[in-house]
Each structure stands twice: as C-alpha cells, then as structure tokens.
T-cell receptor, first 110, second 114 residues
C-alpha cells in the first residue's frame, strides 16, 4: 500500500464547475497535510495547508481533513482554465519528512 | 530576488559521467532538501539537511552525495551516472521541520542521461 494515494485522474471539469481532488494516507501519526500545485514544466507550489479536522477555505480553494478516515481533499470552486495543473497531496509526520502522492492532473475546459 | 535557485536547469550527459547540481536559497530557512521527480510525476525525498547537518538520507545509491557548505546552500553530486538517474531534481527549503514543513521549491534540474 502506498503511503499517500490520490485519485489517479486525469480529471476533467468544465469551466465554472467544482473540481474535487482526493487523497488518502496510511500513517495515522500524520500531523500536517498540504496541497501543492504543479504546472507543466514548473516546480510545485504550496497552495493549501490543513492541520485539524474540518474545512479550511482560502478563496476558491477548500481543503477538507478527516483524520479518522485518513482522508484529505481539495475542492476548487468556479474552476478556471488557469487551474489546469497537477495537484500533489503531501503528508508530514513529526519526523519532518513530507511524503507525496502521485498527483492528480486536472484539466479545466473552457 | 529568486527564493530558491538551482543550476543548471538542464543537464544532458553520457552514462558514466559525474555531474553536480547547485542550490541556493535566500529565504533564511534552516532546512534544505533534494527531491527526485520521475516521469510519472512522483516526487520522492532523497536528502534533507538542517543547518548543514544531514538529517534525512533515504535509500539512495551512494553515487549520490549531497554537500551543504552553509545553511543557504545544498549541492548534489552524482558519480557514474546511469540511465535510470534521468529525472527532474528539485531543491527545496523550509523554515520549519516537522508538522509545519511548508516546502519552497527551486525551478528544477532536468537531468537526461544518454
């Protein structure tokens, strides 16, 4: 079993729709959860972090965490073509090592 | 004013050669990393240094040797390059380790071994 798993994608949504990206993790001791966005040919960029159960909103982005289910998600509302990228879920335990999922590639069609 | 810069951006070389990648960060962070991203976009940590001290050394062939002359610099030297070493190598830095480890990545070095 992979330590961090993401829905394999690719995911395609029409412009203006909600994109839902999912991630599960295996280490129950995980403390911190991050979403990075990576445009093609570019480096990953941190867009959201979440540490406690529930929702965290930042503009059009909402991160959701459920530690009991070992599940974290990212919702993108009013998706734009500029949101088209690969989204990487990262999980960190106290040891300070971020473990990444394989990424989900999102395409937002105009 | 680039936060994390690494050079070169592209590296094309023959099997068996030795090459180095350099990384510098001007964010004042104490922790620096090397990550490897394969063709399927999987990002895997290789090494981590905290204030010049090696703290994470994943299962990486000993042909890969990191060096941190000071906390703002972390270089990666690779001996006897193999075809399987072809990937994008990212340097990253973080202000904190542990649960608040937010990573800032350099632009990456695309290594192609022929």
């Amino acid at each position: 079993q992979k330590e961090v798993e993401q829905n394999s994608g690719p995911l395609s949504v029409p412009e203006g729709a909600i994109a839902s990206l999912n991630c599960t993790y295996s280490d129950r001791g995980s403390q911190s959860f991050f979403w990075y966005r990576q445009y093609s040919g570019k480096s990953p960029e941190l867009i959201m972090s979440i540490y406690s159960n529930g929702d965290k909103e930042d503009g059009r982005f909402t991160a959701q965490l459920n530690k009991a289910s070992q599940y974290v998600s990212l919702l993108i509302r009013d998706s734009q073509p500029s949101d088209s990228a690969t989204y990487l879920c990262a999980v960190t335990a106290n040891a300070g090592k971020s473990t990444f999922g394989d990424g989900t590639t999102l395409t937002v069609k105009p | 004013d680039t936060a994390v810069s690494q050079t070169p951006k592209y590296l094309v070389t023959q099997m068996g050669n030795d090459k180095s990648i350099k990384c510098e960060q001007n964010l004042g962070h104490d922790t620096m990393y090397w990550y490897k991203q394969d063709s399927k976009k999987f990002l895997k940590i290789m090494f981590s240094y905290n204030n010049k001290e090696l703290i994470i050394n994943e299962t990486v062939p000993n042909r890969f040797s990191p060096k941190s002359p000071d906390k703002a610099h972390l270089n990666l030297h690779i001996n006897s390059l193999e075809l399987g070493d072809s990937a994008v190598y990212f340097c990253a830095s973080s202000q904190y380790r542990g649960e608040n480890e937010k990573l800032f990545f350099g632009s990456g070095t695309q290594l192609s071994v022929l």
